[in-house]
């Protein structure tokens, strides 16, 4: 019958044991945001303008085509709506656009952060406005054909000119050529250019300079910009990544971002307070991925599986008592269920991690930026471990749908490509785990000189006991405790060895490379840390909130099973030096079962309580009503090989082929 639940799904929500609501507030933070998340959801989906086609039929031409006619109605719909907070609006932007680029994405989550992180207030004034009210559209251009991550090696300049007041860009070689860069294909006309300044024949390494690159007349390249797209690519098919090559283009003098650091008219040059304040934007891309990118794709890819599992029926259990829903292999609840404990976990860390960033950020913008280092520290490690997981738990979200995981009509395919590229953007996770390592290191230096290490670090002030304490009730605290000890010990090592190395007449940079597998481990460990850390707090505020005891009982399990399946899955080493005793990680083992069993009836509960709407999921299996097999013809027949029962190739070649072979 139309319209009427799946009676398999529904036997699952008639058992729900917590709160369901009180579960929603808790993950968009207070029921104040979950009002403005619906509020803003509600107004993008049940826009009659917005048709929201699917992009799966589409060409790679005609998803960019339909992205830009999307986006264009979206910003037309912004003003009249008046949405101006930016929470506001990347909620209803994300209902619109769900696991896919705008054409402005650049502009709206790079460009404009940029501005307001590296303009002078005077140059903000003058293009901010511009830039809100999309008269000039920018993306952020860094990245070359030659260097990503070595922005220090980046080959295109900046070379002041003191007669006109004016740089010039100039991409020297082929690997200078800018590529990547977000909406830089076909959409902009602005960008944010990362390029070496040379001052009198100095170099004082990369700045951002803000450059026309196409006419805002007919959108034709600006004379000595040479412009295009990048081809296709794993996913991301409605983005037009760009390259772009300068012919020695002048720009004004005024149009380097100047708010960290200065060029006079007479090519003086006021140097930033801390070089590192030019990759700010980069900062902030990685603190709000964890979230949007990491936490959010996993727990819809958590959502579609969790729900059809519970739809799908296969095998048996018992000899002759019938197929069971496949949720109820344990094995299939032990592929799946962490995969939805880290999705909250990872949500509950970037509660966190915005927090954070927030807070040093307006810190920064009053001048004080010791805590700059701890920002970068947190943000590397914590975007490259969540990234890292996530990816990994939407594969096997799309293995637990069986074969269906593997179509599109699972869903899982788009959201998994979107999110994908968060691994290498933004700072290639290898990288951002080193990046993260050399701050740990810098901090074991400074505890074993008796200074006091801030909030995330503070563990590397106090070591920990020998041996863990914990028992057949497994906690939370003493949870928290192993992976504080293990991240206390990972981190000690990857110094000694470094230290080691350095005394035994290595060469410091030598010695660095030398020891990256171990620090890796540390980065590693030390973000899981942080996010069982994160889980734990998150715990007790809600606890101190009086939010319900059943929600609370369900979000325990869920944040214990989430440390005990890290645990078992690096069970090495958290038992190595005896840590953990053999009979404790039987303890361990066995609670994670328990969590498994304890959980079942709850998992679609848990998955609900998001609240994706099926819109954004876009997935036949993921339905919220759970009527699978009603809707995969229907979806099938969408498809252009459908349009007609004989393809036209078979006139063209097999007939011919045939009649010729009918013939010998
Ligand atoms: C409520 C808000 C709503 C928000 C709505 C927004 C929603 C957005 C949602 C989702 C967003 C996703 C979609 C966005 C699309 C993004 C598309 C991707 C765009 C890009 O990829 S742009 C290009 C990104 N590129 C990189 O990340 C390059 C990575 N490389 C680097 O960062 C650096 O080169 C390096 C860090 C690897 C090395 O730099 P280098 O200069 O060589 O420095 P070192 O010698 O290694 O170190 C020197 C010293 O500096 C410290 N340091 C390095 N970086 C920083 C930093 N960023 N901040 C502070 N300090 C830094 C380093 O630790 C060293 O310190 P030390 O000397 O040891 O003390
Ligand atoms: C979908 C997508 C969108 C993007 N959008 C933009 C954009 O809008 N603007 C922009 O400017 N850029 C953009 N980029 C580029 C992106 O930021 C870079 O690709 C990324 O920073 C990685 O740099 P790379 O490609 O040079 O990788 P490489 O550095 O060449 O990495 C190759 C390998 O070398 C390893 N490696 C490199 N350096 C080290 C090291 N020091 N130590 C150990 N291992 C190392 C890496 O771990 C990796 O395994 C985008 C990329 C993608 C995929």
Same mark, same amino acid.
């Given at each position: 019958?139309?319209?009427?639940?799946?009676?398999?799904?529904?036997?699952?929500?008639?058992?729900?044991?917590?709160?369901?609501?009180?579960?929603?507030?808790?993950?968009?933070?207070?029921?104040?945001?979950?009002?403005?998340?619906?509020?803003?959801?509600?107004?993008?989906?049940?826009?009659?303008?917005?048709?929201?086609?699917?992009?799966?039929?589409?060409?790679?031409?005609?998803?960019?085509?339909?992205?830009?006619?999307?986006?264009?109605?979206?910003?037309?719909?912004?003003?009249?709506?008046?949405?101006?907070?930016?929470?506001?609006?990347?909620?209803?932007?994300?209902?619109?656009?769900?696991?896919?680029?705008?054409?402005?994405?650049?502009?709206?989550?790079?460009?404009?952060?940029?501005?307001?992180?590296?303009?002078?207030?005077?140059?903000?004034?003058?293009?901010?406005?511009?830039?809100?009210?999309?008269?000039?559209?920018?993306?952020?251009?860094?990245?070359?054909?030659?260097?990503?991550?070595?922005?220090?090696?980046?080959?295109?300049?900046?070379?002041?000119?003191?007669?006109?007041?004016?740089?010039?860009?100039?991409?020297?070689?082929?690997?200078?050529?800018?590529?990547?860069?977000?909406?830089?294909?076909?959409?902009?006309?602005?960008?944010?250019?990362?390029?070496?300044?040379?001052?009198?024949?100095?170099?004082?390494?990369?700045?951002?300079?803000?450059?026309?690159?196409?006419?805002?007349?007919?959108?034709?390249?600006?004379?000595?910009?040479?412009?295009?797209?990048?081809?296709?690519?794993?996913?991301?098919?409605?983005?037009?990544?760009?390259?772009?090559?300068?012919?020695?283009?002048?720009?004004?003098?005024?149009?380097?971002?100047?708010?960290?650091?200065?060029?006079?008219?007479?090519?003086?040059?006021?140097?930033?307070?801390?070089?590192?304040?030019?990759?700010?934007?980069?900062?902030?891309?990685?603190?709000?991925?964890?979230?949007?990118?990491?936490?959010?794709?996993?727990?819809?890819?958590?959502?579609?599986?969790?729900?059809?599992?519970?739809?799908?029926?296969?095998?048996?259990?018992?000899?002759?008592?019938?197929?069971?829903?496949?949720?109820?292999?344990?094995?299939?609840?032990?592929?799946?269920?962490?995969?939805?404990?880290?999705?909250?976990?990872?949500?509950?860390?970037?509660?966190?991690?915005?927090?954070?960033?927030?807070?040093?950020?307006?810190?920064?913008?009053?001048?004080?930026?010791?805590?700059?280092?701890?920002?970068?520290?947190?943000?590397?490690?914590?975007?490259?471990?969540?990234?890292?997981?996530?990816?990994?738990?939407?594969?096997?979200?799309?293995?637990?749908?069986?074969?269906?995981?593997?179509?599109?009509?699972?869903?899982?395919?788009?959201?998994?490509?979107?999110?994908?590229?968060?691994?290498?953007?933004?700072?290639?996770?290898?990288?951002?785990?080193?990046?993260?390592?050399?701050?740990?290191?810098?901090?074991?230096?400074?505890?074993?000189?008796?200074?006091?290490?801030?909030?995330?670090?503070?563990?590397?002030?106090?070591?920990?006991?020998?041996? *863990?304490?914990?028992?057949?009730?497994?906690?939370? $605290?003493? #949870? /928290?405790? %192993?992976?504080? &000890?293990?991240?206390? =010990?990972? @981190?000690?090592?990857?110094?000694?060895?470094?230290?080691?190395?350095?005394?035994?007449?290595?060469? *410091?940079?030598?010695?660095?490379?030398?020891?990256? $597998?171990? #620090? /890796?481990? %540390?980065?590693? &460990?030390?973000?899981? =840390?942080? @996010?069982?850390?994160?889980?734990?707090?998150?715990?007790?505020?809600?606890?101190?909130?009086?939010?319900?005891?059943?929600?609370?009982?369900?979000?325990?399990?869920?944040?214990?099973?989430?440390?005990?399946?890290?645990?078992?899955?690096?069970?090495?080493?958290?038992?190595?030096?005896?840590?953990?005793?053999?009979?404790?990680?039987?303890?361990?083992?066995?609670?994670?079962?328990?969590?498994?069993?304890?959980?079942?009836?709850?998992?679609?509960?848990?998955?609900?309580?998001?609240?994706?709407?099926?819109?954004?999921?876009?997935?036949?299996?993921?339905?919220?009503?759970?009527?699978?097999?009603?809707?995969?013809?229907?979806?099938?027949?969408?498809?252009?090989?459908?349009?007609?029962?004989?393809?036209?190739?078979?006139?063209?070649?097999?007939?011919?082929?045939?009649?010729?072979?009918?013939?010998?």
């Amino acid at each position: 019958m139309a319209g009427t639940v799946n009676p398999d799904l529904q036997a699952e929500r008639d058992r729900i044991s917590f709160e369901q609501e009180a579960l929603t507030n808790a993950i968009d933070g207070t029921p104040e945001k979950t009002e403005k998340r619906r509020k803003y959801a509600n107004l993008a989906l049940n826009d009659p303008d917005f048709d929201m086609t699917s992009y799966n039929f589409l060409s790679r031409s005609e998803k960019y085509g339909a992205a830009v006619e999307k986006t264009v109605k979206m910003i037309k719909k912004i003003g009249k709506l008046g949405i101006t907070d930016p929470t506001d609006l990347y909620i209803y932007r994300s209902h619109i656009f769900p696991n896919e680029s705008t054409s402005f994405t650049l502009h709206a989550d790079m460009f404009i952060p940029t501005l307001m992180g590296q303009a002078s207030p005077k140059q903000q004034s003058k293009w901010l406005p511009k830039a809100l009210t999309l008269q000039i559209i920018g993306t952020y251009a860094q990245t070359e054909l030659g260097h990503g991550t070595f922005i220090r090696g980046l080959e295109t300049t900046a070379t002041y000119d003191e007669k006109t007041e004016e740089f010039v860009i100039h991409s020297p070689t082929r690997t200078s050529l800018k590529w990547w860069p977000g909406n830089l294909g076909k959409s902009t006309n602005h960008a944010i250019v990362m390029a070496q300044l040379i001052v009198k024949g100095q170099n004082y390494g990369p700045h951002p300079f803000i450059v026309q690159i196409r006419s805002l007349e007919n959108h034709m390249p600006q004379p000595g910009v040479t412009l295009g797209d990048i081809g296709p690519k794993f996913g991301y098919d409605a983005n037009d990544n760009g390259f772009m090559q300068f012919d020695h283009v002048r720009i004004p003098r005024e149009n380097m971002l100047m708010k960290h650091s200065r060029v006079e008219p007479d090519g003086t040059y006021i140097k930033a307070k801390n070089s590192k304040l030019t990759y700010g934007t980069m900062v902030f891309v990685r603190s709000v991925l964890i979230r949007d990118v990491a936490a959010l794709s996993l727990a819809q890819c958590a959502t579609i599986a969790i729900r059809y599992s519970c739809v799908r029926r296969q095998s048996e259990i018992k000899p002759g008592a019938g197929e069971p829903k496949v949720m109820d292999y344990r094995a299939q609840q032990a592929k799946l269920f962490p995969q939805l404990a880290t999705a909250y976990a990872f949500l509950f860390v970037a509660q966190e991690m915005e927090n954070i960033y927030f807070s040093v950020n307006s810190e920064i913008d009053r001048g004080e930026i010791d805590r700059l280092p701890e920002l970068h520290g947190l943000s590397s490690a914590l975007k490259a471990f969540t990234t890292d997981w996530a990816v990994v738990g939407m594969e096997i979200c799309r293995r637990s749908c069986g074969g269906h995981g593997f179509s599109h009509c699972s869903g899982i395919p788009k959201i998994y490509v979107n999110a994908l590229p968060g691994v290498t953007y933004e700072g290639e996770n290898t990288v951002m785990y080193l990046q993260a390592a050399r701050y740990l290191v810098k901090c074991v230096n400074m505890a074993k000189r008796g200074d006091q290490l801030p909030g995330s670090v503070a563990f590397l002030n106090k070591k920990p006991a020998p041996k *863990s304490s914990i028992t057949e009730d497994v906690n939370m $605290v003493d #949870l /928290v405790e %192993a992976y504080r &000890a293990r991240a206390y =010990y990972l @981190v000690h090592m990857a110094s000694f060895e470094l230290d080691r190395e350095i005394k035994n007449g290595m060469a *410091s940079y030598d010695a660095w490379n030398e020891c990256a $597998v171990a #620090l /890796v481990m %540390a980065a590693k &460990a030390y973000g899981h =840390y942080v @996010v069982v850390e994160a889980f734990a707090k998150k715990l007790e505020t809600l606890t101190n909130n009086q939010v319900p005891a059943s929600v609370i009982g369900v979000l325990t399990l869920l944040g214990k099973l989430y440390a005990l399946h890290g645990i078992l899955e690096n069970s090495g080493d958290f038992m190595s030096e005896n840590y953990l005793s053999k009979q404790q990680k039987s303890f361990i083992y066995n609670g994670f079962l328990y969590a498994l069993k304890s959980l079942r009836p709850d998992a679609v509960g848990l998955v609900d309580a998001f609240e994706f709407p099926d819109k954004v999921l876009d997935s036949v299996l993921g339905r919220y009503d759970g009527r699978v097999y009603e809707n995969m013809l229907e979806w099938a027949m969408k498809d252009e090989l459908n349009k007609t029962q004989v393809h036209e190739s078979y006139f063209k070649h097999i007939r011919p082929f045939v009649k010729q072979a009918s013939k010998l």
